[in-house]
């Protein structure tokens, strides 16, 4: 009897995925969802069934509509696997044309099967199962659904039911699955609604919802999305993984649990190099020059190679072995760092980074696994803090780039978890100061001395010079400038390491015809040295104007003048202020030269969405201003 | 055949038993003092020595046995990618497959006591990535790389895929002291040999070894051991604008031409084009293709009976194939899975959308053969014999009306007669069911054409309003085609080219022709141009604000390979300015006429003037496709004067 009730109950749910399709006419989506949109999600069903800590079942049922090839991307199905993710997954699908009518079907064995090794890494146990929906007809409809089993309760699927630009969503809804006692933590981002809890004594169940969502576009200028899309993600209190067990409900907790289940042990080193290390700092006086030995001794030994292989997806290569191998991944050579610090008793912090230029915070008050791309390490000196980047075979000691600069960190300290903030490079701190001389022959020929100098994020700017032969760094320099026809050049490249470093820049040589004599007059551009950039407008901004670091340029340009030429006309001075930035040119002329002074300063910050418009403006106006031209005419 | 076995034991008698390889892990001290390589102090890194063998083995099946073995000295850490080892390897399927064993690496460097050290490469360390169902990849990185240190590794593959005899590079993009290559090729086998590259090969010995292949059954055949050696390879240095690097690094390769078997029976593999026809037009996933013109028939109908000639017959099934097929970004001159099973999944390769295009073409009745060409990126194909191998794309050839017409129905913005860029190299081999085949040049059938008209009026306030009409032809107009189609509708396209020019507002809009692709795309815009805040005593107008040259993209001084510009082009620019009475005009730009020898190229300008209206026109035309190492200079200096004709001004004043 219960037998039949199930199969009838089965054979209702069957039904209602079959009738479905009639519902799947491009002619049914709201016109509101179909602006600036070339898909829409017609419905995307999730559900994350935590059945015990070493199975947790996803079951996702997705329709798509795409209107052009443009949408062709959001039809496509990635699905990832590892040793923690399940590779069978019962793909089921299939297409329908743009009346809702079914064109084809398919299933797992339309999948093709790859790796999914990430750039730059040698190793990584990840891989991917796809399918690309062939229709060459628009608009057209993908409906499938599929089951993935992980056996780990660590990471959990999260809702993002707006993954994108250009992709509108008429109905989302995400359900999480627990069974009893299984606690966890939220975190809600945009979320409007309310979620809606229901338990019974065999699981508890909590669903979000979305209907009708119009899609966004991608604005320069703006705020991590996160910011404003809508997502929910979950971190258990208790969980298990890859035969690790684990609890914590806050970062202290999480930092008690790295360090016990993934550091722990494994910082021993060979005696060679215990010895060796002593010796090299027996001589020093203080810890900080002690750990900028041990540091130089560590980025002139290893290389950064990635490997990545189960539970070493997040712990870290044994020091022993990286002494042995002379390289490893991020996670590796910093906790080699930390075991040669170690030997001259300086105690230093593994923490926890998202790594790149966009500047991302820890999020406060929620614990997870999830956050974090990249492993850097403390060394917190008393009123002194010192940062180092383990990966870089050139990065000075105690600085950090902005690769990792000014962002919340989680730092696994002996009591625990800590967040903890990396160096703030100011605007002002951010330079590059360029003074040239141009001396400009009657024929337009100009012979020049460049002497350049990057400063705080911007020391890298020109890292590309470094190391080339004279030869190669002149091809180099050529693509770094807008002048036309350098030749018998000069170059030489210098960095003066230190926490806050500088790299200088100076070159030698001769730009022919860099003015143009033209019907009596001798045109010379005032800045082909650094020129600015412009940047859309955007007839209804909607996201507040964000930026992420600021940083200041000098340009300090002497003309000087051919005898047989007088100056005919020179471009104004200008200056022009805005709360995100400070523009100015500066010209000053006497009778043989002309000292051209340009200024330029962005500051970071959030400003209202109206500044978007004085940002268009402002770069506008600096690109007409790095057009200008010093006319001279025959004497 | 005897000839050439003479030919090869009289060599014999002057050349000592050479192509050796090196004993490994025989490091010298002299070597880890090296600090740069003296014939090019800039490189990182430098190949000491590399040596390779190829065999066919006597064992079951007879693979081909491929040994390797490389020592590098890697001077500084930019060259560490050297210590990082990819050996990618081929399988059909789970009986079919290449396999790698005996991996050995060592890395030497001098320790901080001076003494030599060494560490092996784990055999645990080495990674198999599964990549896709053809490909996996050993991987490994070299243990304990230090500025100066030296990696030697080794490997041998054992591959059941004779036919394509080892290939060896003898060019990286760092140079080598040496590298040296001994294939051993039984005389049951014969290969065409092909060496490709600048470079000359320093030794190249052959001599006979006696029964070397003996596979059983009572066959036992001679060997030829040829070596080939060259010494001192420079860097390979890629240019920008240049065709795949493959045409240029020297390399060589091979094809099985014919063989004999157990049996004593000898079999043509490739041998001339005769044969090659003949196969194609047999081969299950070529020929066999090309013939179902009946599956097509009944599905055409529809498309062709109201066309009234042979030209938009040919036009319809063009777009019919375009229409019934999505390109899955996979080239090949096969058909895949065979066209109707494409056919009726909407997808396919190059292969399988071509090779239907041809059949239908055909089942329309219009003269079609198909043209296999291998893409730019995939190197130039060896004329001298065929080499199947080297081809990679197919296309159409329909004559009509006396006039050939090539088509691929792979991307559906292609107007009729137009082949992508990717196709235009050098040329094709024309094959058909009932003909000999023959080569045809693959040239641009059209040109990248657009031409600009403004007429516009400067007025007192300082702003600039008008109309400007961009006409797009040719490639050009397939690019503007490509740039609209990015966007969702025609007015997203619109909105963003409004936003993209802050100081320009698009006051009215049109675009024309956007879906006949026939026939060139048009855009009438009438603008307004916040050119000044107001006019001055003195003002000047840079009359090249359409499309300037800014900065030369040729910077080297010299080049050593052609410069590859893809397809010509030639742009027009005619503007028509009048100015308020008040002005006149004290100064303009020189009139210029430039050209490249051989008519390579033009850039002609004239400005002429009226009584309160100026007339500007610009031509510059780019003739060639390819401009060969000894037109450099002329092309880099064309770019220069052009630069520097459009850095001066018109200069107003007031009257």
Redesign the interface.
């Known amino acids: 009897m219960i037998r039949k009730f199930l199969l009838l109950l089965s054979m209702i749910v069957s039904g209602e995925i079959a009738n479905a399709q009639t519902n799947y006419a491009a002619s049914d989506i709201p016109k509101n969802l179909m602006i600036?949109?070339?898909a829409v999600i017609r419905t995307h069903n999730e559900t994350v069934e935590v059945k015990s800590y070493t199975q947790v079942i996803y079951h996702v049922k997705k329709a798509i509509t795409v209107?052009?090839?443009?949408g062709d991307v959001h039809a496509a199905i990635d699905i990832y696997y590892t040793r923690n993710r399940e590779a069978r997954i019962n793909l089921k699908g299939v297409i329908y044309n743009e009346f809702g009518m079914p064109v084809?079907k398919f299933s797992d064995k339309n999948l093709?099967?790859?790796?999914a090794?990430s750039d730059g890494s040698?190793?990584e146990d990840s891989?991917v199962k796809r399918f690309?929906p062939?229709?060459?007809?628009y608009p057209y409809t993908i409906e499938y659904e599929y089951e993935q089993t992980f056996n780990q309760s660590l990471l959990l699927p999260y809702w993002k039911p707006i993954e994108t630009t250009?992709v509108s969503v008429q109905s989302a809804r995400f359900e999480l699955k627990t069974f009893p006692g299984f606690s966890y933590r939220l975190k809600e981002l945009n979320y409007a609604g309310k979620a809606i809890s229901d338990s019974t004594k065999d699981f508890k169940s909590t669903v979000w919802t979305m209907h009708d969502a119009p899609s966004y576009r991608s604005e320069l200028y703006s705020p991590h999305p996160e910011t404003f899309l809508t997502s929910v993600r979950i971190t258990p209190d208790k969980f298990s993984y890859q035969g690790v067990d684990g609890s914590f409900a806050n970062w202290k907790e999480f930092g008690t649990w790295v360090n016990e289940k993934l550091l722990k042990g494994r910082t021993e080193l060979p005696p060679e190099t215990i010895a060796?290390i002593k010796e090299l700092v027996s001589q020093l006086p203080d810890e900080k020059s002690k750990a900028k030995k041990i540091y130089e001794y560590m980025q002139?030994?290893s290389?950064y190679?990635s490997?990545q292989i189960g539970i070493g997806g997040f712990q870290p290569a044994k020091a022993f072995e990286v002494d042995?191998?002379?390289?490893g991944d991020c996670k590796a050579l910093v906790n080699y760092t930390q075991a040669l610090l170690n030997v001259a008793g300086i105690k230093s912090y593994y923490c926890i980074v998202q790594a790149g230029s966009f500047k991302r915070n820890a999020p406060a008050d929620f614990a997870t696994m999830q956050f974090g791309n990249h492993i850097i390490l403390c060394l917190p000196f008393e009123r002194d803090t010192t940062w180092l980047e383990c990966t870089s075979?050139d990065i000075p000691f105690g600085f950090l780039s902005d690769f990792t600069d000014d962002r919340t960190v989680i730092a696994c300290t002996e009591s625990g978890g800590k967040i903890m903030h990396t160096p703030y490079y100011s605007p002002l701190k951010n330079k590059q100061i360029r003074k040239a001389n141009f001396r400009i022959d009657s024929l337009g020929n100009a012979d020049v001395t460049m002497e350049t100098s990057f400063s705080g994020t911007q020391y890298e700017n020109h890292d590309a010079l470094l190391?080339?032969?004279q030869?190669?760094m002149i091809?180099k320099f050529?693509?770094f400038y807008?002048i036309?026809?350098?030749?018998s050049a000069k170059i030489s490249f210098t960095q003066n390491k230190s926490a806050n470093p500088t790299a200088v820049e100076t070159a030698e040589f001769t730009a022919y015809?860099y003015?143009?004599i033209?019907?009596?007059?001798l045109?010379i551009?005032l800045n082909e040295v650094n020129s600015s950039r412009?940047i859309?407008?955007?007839?209804n901004r909607t996201f507040p104007v964000y930026i992420n670091r600021g940083y200041t340029d000098v340009d300090e340009l002497t003309f000087k003048l051919p005898g047989d030429y007088k100056i005919e006309?020179l471009p104004e001075n200008k200056v022009i202020k805005q709360p995100f930035g400070e523009f100015s040119v500066t010209i000053k002329k006497d009778e043989k030269s002309v000292t051209y002074t340009r200024s330029l300063i962005l500051k970071e910050g959030n400003y209202p969405a109206e500044a978007y418009q004085q940002l268009?403006?402002f770069y506008?106006e600096i690109k007409e201003a790095d057009n200008s031209?010093l006319?001279l005419i025959k004497r | 055949m005897k000839k050439i076995s003479l030919f090869i034991a009289l060599l014999c008698l002057f050349k000592a038993a050479d192509g050796q390889d090196f004993a490994y892990g025989s490091t010298t001290l002299q070597e880890l003092d090296m600090k740069s390589y003296s014939r090019d102090?800039?490189a990182?890194a430098v190949v000491l020595k590399e040596f390779g063998t190829a065999r066919i083995s006597s064992d079951d099946k007879c693979p081909l046995i491929f040994d390797y073995h490389v020592k590098i000295k890697i001077f500084?850490?930019?060259a560490?990618e050297y210590g990082?080892v990819v050996i990618p390897v081929y399988k059909s399927n789970n009986d079919r497959y290449e396999l790698v064993r005996e991996i050995k690496g060592v890395t030497t460097y001098l320790g901080?006591d001076g003494a030599m050290h060494t560490?092996e490469l784990?055999p645990k360390?080495v990674?198999r990535?599964?990549?896709?169902?053809h490909w996996d990849l050993l991987?490994?990185?070299m243990?304990?790389?230090?500025d100066g240190c030296i990696v030697e590794y080794s490997y041998e593959i054992e591959s059941p895929y004779v036919f394509n005899f080892r290939k060896w590079d003898f060019q990286w993009n760092i140079p080598k002291m040496s590298s040296e290559y001994v294939a051993h090729i039984p005389a049951v086998y014969n290969y065409n040999a092909s060496l490709k590259g600048y470079l000359k090969l320093t030794k190249n010995d052959a001599e006979l070894e006696k029964e070397c292949f003996a596979p059983g059954g009572g066959v036992k055949a001679d060997c030829s051991k040829i070596s080939y050696l060259i010494t001192d390879v420079p860097a390979f240095v890629e240019e920008d604008y240049m065709t795949s690097s493959v045409n240029f690094k020297s390399s060589i390769n091979y094809e099985l031409s014919d063989y004999v078997d157990y049996m004593g029976a000898k079999h043509k593999v490739t041998k001339d084009w005769k044969d090659v026809d003949y196969e194609l037009k047999q081969d299950e996933n070529f020929g066999s293709q090309l013939k179902k013109k009946d599956f097509f028939k009944p599905l055409l109908t529809a498309s062709i009976q109201n066309q009234p000639d042979e030209l938009s017959k040919a036009k319809a099934v063009y777009s019919f194939i375009k229409?019934?097929?999505?390109w899955?970004n996979r080239f090949g001159c096969y058909s895949e899975n065979g066209i109707k099973k494409a056919f009726e999944?909407?997808?396919g390769n190059i292969g399988d959308i071509n090779l239907s295009l041809i059949a239908a073409l055909s089942s329309a009745g219009i003269n079609t053969e198909a043209v296999l060409l291998s893409t730019r990126d995939n190197g130039l194909i060896n004329r001298l014999f065929p080499v199947i191998s080297d081809f990679n794309y197919v296309v159409a050839k329909a004559t009509i009306g006396g006039k050939s017409y090539m088509l691929d129905a792979s991307d559906?913005l292609l107007s009729f007669g137009l082949l992508p860029v990717r196709c235009i190299n050098d040329q094709g081999r024309v094959l058909s069911l009932d003909k000999a085949s023959y080569w045809v040049d693959l040239t641009a059938s059209q040109k990248e054409n657009k031409i600009y008209n403004l007429n516009l009026e400067l007025k007192n306030n300082g702003k600039i309003e008008g109309d400007m009409t961009i006409m797009s032809f040719g490639y050009e107009a397939y690019n503007k085609r490509k740039a609209i189609?990015?966007?969702?509708s025609e007015e997203?396209y619109l909105?963003?080219l409004?936003?993209?020019m802050?100081?320009i507002k698009l006051l009215k809009s049109e675009i024309k022709n956007v879906d006949s692709l026939d026939i060139g795309v048009v855009e009438n815009y009438h603008i307004e141009i916040d050119a000044y805040s107001s006019l001055n005593q003195?003002f000047?107008f840079n009359p090249f604000f359409m499309d300037p040259v800014?900065?030369?993209p040729f910077?080297?001084?010299e080049r050593n390979y052609p410069v590859d510009w893809g397809v010509p082009s030639e742009s027009k620019i005619s503007i028509n300015l009048t100015f308020p009475k008040e002005y006149e005009i004290v100064?303009?730009?020189?009139d210029v006429g430039l050209a490249l020898p051989e008519g390579g190229g033009r850039f002609i300008t004239s400005i002429t003037t009226d009584q309160n209206s100026l007339n500007y026109s610009e031509l510059f035309a780019l003739n060639k496709s390819v401009y060969m190492s000894d037109e450099y200079p002329f092309l880099k200096e064309l770019f220069?004067r052009i630069?520097?004709?459009q850095?001066?001004?018109i200069?107003f004043k007031k009257k």
Do not use: C, M, W
């Open positions: 600036r949109s070339n209107f052009n090839n443009n084809s093709t099967d790859e790796s090794i040698l190793y891989r690309k062939a229709i060459a007809s250009g060796s002139q030994k290389r190679i490997v042995k191998l002379s390289y075979k190391r080339l032969t030869t190669e091809k050529r693509e807008e036309n026809n350098i030749e015809n003015g143009v033209n019907g009596g007059r045109y551009p412009t859309n407008e955007l007839r006309s268009v403006d506008q031209k006319v | 102090t800039s990182n500084n850490s930019k560490f990082d901080k560490s784990d360390k990674f990535e599964n990549k896709n169902i991987k490994f990185a243990p304990n790389l230090t229409r019934s097929f999505k899955n999944s909407h997808t559906p189609k990015k966007f969702n997203e909105e963003d409004d936003e993209k802050p100081k003195q000047s800014k900065e030369n910077k080297l001084k100064s303009k730009p020189a220069n630069i520097q004709t850095k001066s001004d200069i």
